[in-house]
């Protein structure tokens, strides 16, 4: 029998038992129409009506042309149906007591337990009527009881649904929604399958027993648990349960497997013989059998029909081939010249690859060529690379020497201090000297004066005589009091000059502190702004970290993170790996680590450049970049001793590769901190070989050399603004902000303070200023005064001269008078000179100081632009090393793009050598010594031409005749060996559905002829009499029922119709013929729903008694049947188990869930 196929996934809609989606194999209770058996081969009356029979086996004749002009038909008619009754009866008459026999001792036996495909457990959740219900099979008969309403049809919907079959099959819902519990968003069924014994289906994976669990939804979907004996979930498909259900041969949709009670009831009350007979086919799976070879007809009708098209096909290519042969064979002619043209072909194909192979010789000349020039390339580019590793620690050596020169800022303060103090002397002297010059100017006036007067007094004495005496007396009055004038004019102009003068040393004083202020004020808003500066770097580093080490810092170190480089990825800022452990030595750290904290470090020079231009892009141009291989060696060996603190000792560096950058480029192992320059210079001393130290505090470098020699230079100021004032402040920024904003509040009060003394000073000043002006213009008009005085004098001197002789005597006090004031002019000239040599003598020391300066910054300026000369040099040195280094760079990309164009050219023509050797040798031999590749081709163009014209004569070419009746030829022979093949095919599966036919034939005579047998065994246990009347031909069944009461009121004439049957009497003759059907199909489960609510109580006990006995003697069946009647008047035995549902509780929202076992 054939197996079971696999099961359609159930769905919310219910399936039409007409849809084209129902799968053959399939057997719905719905399908109106189920076709007995194959169709048979029609009459000859039938062929002339052109009517076609209702049952499906009167039509199916077919005849298939062999290709040996016989027809093979096959035939099913009624010589091989049951129609033939002879043959029948014979059947019957050899078979029937052999059944018999068997029947009886089969009832004598007891069955054994099935091993495997039994129901063992059943459990059900929120599943129709029932919140939750389990109970476990007994492994023959089950017995479920109980009144009407307990949910006893919920167990076999339970297995349908559980087993994969259709919710429609269970005639409870149209779909699996419907079988939810109410008001429940979901429901769970599970079944437990008995896996024993040697056919158990993988009892390795699952064990004694299979778990299959369903639940499904509300929303309509479903889903599967198959486990294993120990819960274990094996797969969730719902081809495994197929497969499983195939092998314990679990037929779940087969009507005749699990009658519901819907099915029950249609089938004890079916009064159609059709119906009856199309139930006999379905549930002995004889339908699906006809189907298929139904099915396998059709088929081989249409390969019948297509195999004789295939035929008459055969002469038309036969033709075909025969004119293209004969076409070929005129045009034969010409194979002597076509034999010509292959030779040249040939040739000119081996002369193609003559020419590849000194094309191939050539270029890889040249390749060794270009690589032996690149390995001199990567040597003079070695040497290049050393050259510039040299210079660039020369110009380092030079860097380090041009620091070590210091800085003249304490020279220049100096310088400064004593060019303002000589200043201040040189205005001194300059008044000085202009006093003395008034002096000399004085005596000289006051000399000529007294030999003016002399001459004046000789001149009166002459005309002395000639004057009164009153006269004079009048003139010397007037002359006197005119003297008295004079006199008093010149006291108070002296008394102004020398107010002036005290005047002009107040304001110069004034002008000087005004000066000195300035410069004061100057370096306070100097330091305000460094303050401003370093609260802005103070808040941009609490903002953001990276910004002391340059411009767009965050957007750089991305895009860096996101380049692929070609070496490793650079590292840096180095600041950012950087961090003092103390803030004892800020100074020295910003000076020996300052230059190196933005600096970038890659593996190689094209990620330098590379890095440099994300560096120019992010506005940080002058930020360097190492370039050094990650090497880690050992520095301890550099170390100075341990009580030695160093560079290294006093910061912490979190990235092993920036440790030995900073001591390579800083030697920070090695350069050591003090706090003094006395302590600096002790420890470099102390140190075997010397050192360098730096003094914190005065801010010194201390250079201690092997020989014992040293030497010592002031740090130079880093200048406001400069970025290296922000590294290694405090960590804290808010308490740095805080410094900071007390620094500024300190300055800007300074500040204040010192604008009030500029503006004091200034007012200072700008007072003597204004007095000297006042006075120097009262001078001047005291001057003029005085001239105008000592006119009038002059003149009265004059007219008393004029007048009288004796007025020479006034003369001679004028005279007395200019000599009075020449000599205090004297004096003073004589004081000048003291002053001025006084004021050379403490200018000398000043002087000499202030030379001795200059002489020290010129030598400063000589020993830097010396150094500077040298860095200079050494620079151009390294730039030529570095331009040189480039050159052999970009030479050695070139050779080496060079050489790699040539390696691919050289493997192109090695591949197309050897591509062209191989097709070469592929056409033809070699052919040694060829031609060229032209002069070939030229001869073999000649021949062509020759042959082109020979071949238009014949309308084709030989090539094309060729391929013509070479196509041709394999048309015939394909179509030829494809018909044969098909034929002896189309024969042996005729052959095989002949077979086949034969056995279905058997198959249904002994099936029915056994289910008639059965059937009288069964109604004997009445004491009726009846029969089983199959007709195959119209495809109807028939139940002939004589009961006892027909037997005593008609002498058992006649059979009753079971129309005429009591109800007890139907159910009876209908249980009876259900155990016959039973017989025949093999399901290990065989399940009942309310057999017998129409039986009387006889007929009941006899029925129970008769399925009992039967279940009894049937091995390895399991039987579950439902009934709602009680258990009293059957007799049970070990094999019986009885499971009784509770009465439902009405007036509550659920149903009982309680099972009694008896």
Request: proline share 2%.
């Amino acid at each position: 029998m054939a197996k079971r196929r696999a099961v359609d996934s159930d769905s919310e809609e219910v399936e039409e038992p007409g849809s084209s989606n129902a799968k053959r194999a399939r057997v719905d209770q719905d399908t109106p129409e189920v076709k007995a058996e194959p169709r048979t081969q029609r009459t000859q009356s039938d062929k002339s009506k052109g009517k076609r029979r209702q049952n499906p086996a009167d039509d199916g004749i077919m005849d298939i042309d062999l290709g040996e002009d016989e027809n093979d038909v096959v035939e099913f008619g009624d010589q091989h149906a049951d129609d033939d009754e002879e043959a029948q009866a014979r059947f019957e008459q050899e078979n029937e007591e052999i059944i018999r026999e068997a029947i009886r001792a089969k009832s004598k036996l007891q069955g054994g337990i099935a091993k495997f495909g039994i129901i063992e457990a059943i459990e059900m959740h929120q599943f129709m009527c029932h919140k939750y219900l389990t109970f476990k099979m007994g492994p023959q008969i089950n017995f479920i009881i109980g009144h009407n309403g307990s949910g006893k049809s919920a167990v076999l919907s339970a297995i349908t649904v559980a087993l994969g079959g259709k919710a429609t099959s269970t005639g409870r819902g149209s779909g699996l929604k419907s079988f939810i519990r109410e008001g429940q968003p979901a429901a769970e069924v599970s079944i437990q399958l008995k896996n024993q014994g040697d056919e158990a289906y993988k009892h390795d994976i699952y064990g004694d027993s299979i778990i299959i669990t369903r639940r499904f939804t509300k929303e309509g979907s479903s889903s599967y648990k198959i486990k294993s004996r120990d819960g274990k979930v094996i797969s969730t498909k719902r081809e495994e349960l197929s497969a499983i259900c195939d092998h314990m041969n679990i037929q779940v949709d087969n009507p005749m497997n699990v009658l519901t009670q819907d099915a029950a009831r249609q089938f004890l009350s079916a009064s159609h013989p059709s119906d009856k007979y199309k139930f006999f086919l379905r549930g002995t799976q004889l339908s699906q059998l006809s189907e298929e070879y139904e099915t396998c007809l059709e088929n081989i009708s249409q390969t019948t029909k297509v195999l004789m098209r295939k035929k008459e096909a055969i002469p038309d290519l036969q033709e075909r081939y025969k004119e293209a042969s004969a076409r070929f064979e005129e045009a034969s002619k010409a194979r002597e010249q076509r034999s010509k043209v292959d030779e040249l072909k040939k040739e000119l194909a081996w002369a193609h690859v003559s020419t590849k192979e000194e094309e191939l010789r050539e270029k890889v000349a040249e390749q060794a060529k270009v690589a032996k020039h690149l390995g001199k390339v990567q040597q003079a580019l070695n040497g290049a690379q050393e050259k510039f590793d040299a210079m660039t620690e020369e110009v380092k050596t030079c860097e380090e020497e041009f620091q070590a020169i210091g800085n003249t800022e304490h020279l220049l303060a100096r310088k400064k201090e004593l060019t303002e103090k000589t200043r201040i002397f040189k205005e001194r002297l300059r008044r000085l000297k202009n006093d003395e010059a008034e002096s000399k100017e004085g005596i000289k006036i006051a000399e000529a004066t007294i030999a003016k007067i002399k001459k004046q007094i000789e001149d009166e004495k002459v005309k002395a005589a000639a004057h009164s005496e009153t006269k004079q007396q009048e003139l010397h009055d007037k002359l006197e009091k005119a003297q008295n004038d004079v006199e008093q004019a010149d006291g108070q102009l002296k008394e102004l000059e020398n107010m002036a003068r005290q005047k002009k040393e107040e304001a110069t004083g004034a002008r000087t502190g005004v000066y000195q202020a300035e410069q004061e004020l100057k370096e306070i808003q100097g330091r305000i702004v460094e303050c401003d500066n370093e609260k802005s770097h103070c808040l941009q580093k609490q903002q953001n970290a990276l910004s002391v080490y340059g411009q767009n810092m965050d957007r750089l170190l991305d895009r860096i993170d996101r380049t692929q480089w070609r070496g490793q990825k650079p590292v840096g800022p180095l600041g950012k790996y950087i961090k003092a452990k103390s803030m004892d030595t800020p100074v020295v750290l910003r000076h020996v680590l300052g230059s190196h904290m933005n600096s970038f470090a890659c593996t190689n020079y094209d990620d330098r450049n590379l890095l440099k231009k994300m560096l120019m892009e992010s506005q940080n141009p002058n930020i360097s970049v190492l370039v050094a291989a990650v090497d880690l060696f050992d520095y301890s060996q550099g170390e100075p001793p341990a009580n030695c603190l160093t560079v290294l000792r006093a910061i912490e560096v979190s990235d092993p590769w920036v440790l030995r950058l900073l001591i390579n480029q800083a030697r920070i192992e090695s350069t050591m901190i003090a706090q003094t320059r006395a302590d600096a210079d002790a420890m470099a001393l102390s140190v075997q070989g010397g050192g360098v130290c730096f003094s914190e505090k005065d801010q010194y470098r201390v250079v201690r050399y092997p020989d014992g020699g040293g030497m010592s230079s002031p740090l130079q100021v880093i200048p406001r603004g400069d970025p290296r004032n922000m590294y290694f402040t405090n960590e804290d920024t808010s308490s740095q902000l805080r410094s900071l904003e007390e620094r500024l509040a300190q300055l800007t009060t300074q500040r204040h303070q010192v604008m009030q003394r500029v503006n004091n000073l200034q007012q200072v000043s700008d007072q003597a200023q204004r007095a000297v002006h006042d006075l120097e213009g009262r001078t001047r008009e005291l001057y003029q005064k005085l001239s105008e005085l000592k006119h009038n004098r002059n003149v009265l001197q004059t007219e008393a001269n004029d007048n009288i002789l004796m007025e020479t005597a006034g003369l001679a006090d004028e005279l007395a008078d200019v000599e009075n004031e020449r000599s205090i002019q004297l004096g003073q000239l004589n004081g000048f000179a003291e002053a001025m040599a006084k004021l050379g003598e403490e200018n000398k020391p000043l002087v000499a100081e202030l030379r001795q300066i200059g002489t020290q910054l010129a030598e400063f300026s000589d020993k830097k632009a010396a150094a500077g000369t040298k860095i200079e040099d050494a620079v151009e040195l390294r730039m030529k090393a570095q331009n040189e280094k480039k050159f052999y760079a970009e030479k050695l990309a070139k050779e080496q793009d060079k050489l790699s164009d040539i390696d691919g050219v050289v493997a192109t023509l090695t591949a197309e050598y050897e591509d062209w050797t191989t097709k070469a040798e592929q056409y033809c031999e070699r052919v040694e010594h060829p031609r060229s590749a032209v002069e070939v081709q030229r001869q073999l163009d000649s021949v062509r031409k020759a042959l082109e014209a020979r071949e238009k004569r014949h309308g084709a070419t030989v090539e094309e005749m060729t391929i013509e009746v070479n196509r041709a030829q394999e048309a015939l022979q394909t179509a030829q060996k494809d018909l044969k093949s098909m034929i002896t095919l189309n024969r042996a599966l005729k052959q095989s559905l002949r077979i086949r036919l034969e056995k279905w034939y058997d198959f249904r005579r002994h099936i029915a002829f056994r289910c008639k047998v059965v059937f009288q065994y069964h109604l004997s246990n009445r004491g009726y009499f009846g029969k089983v009347v199959f007709n195959h031909q119209d495809g109807t069944l028939q139940l002939k029922v004589q009961t006892d009461d027909l037997n005593n009121t008609q002498g058992g004439s006649r059979d009753k119709d079971p129309r005429s049957l009591s109800g007890g009497e139907k159910s009876f003759a209908t249980i009876c013929l259900l155990l016959a059907m039973w017989e025949s199909i093999g399901s290990p489960i065989r399940c009942l729903d309310e057999f017998d609510v129409f039986m009387d109580a006889v007929n009941r006990r006899i029925s129970m008694k008769m399925i009992i006995d039967t279940a009894n003697s049937s091995d390895g069946k399991q039987y579950i049947l439902i009934t709602p009647q009680n258990m009293q008047i059957v007799h049970l035995g070990p094999t019986v188990r009885v499971q009784r549902m509770s009465d439902p509780e009405r007036g509550q929202g659920t149903l009982a869930n309680g099972v009694t076992v008896v």
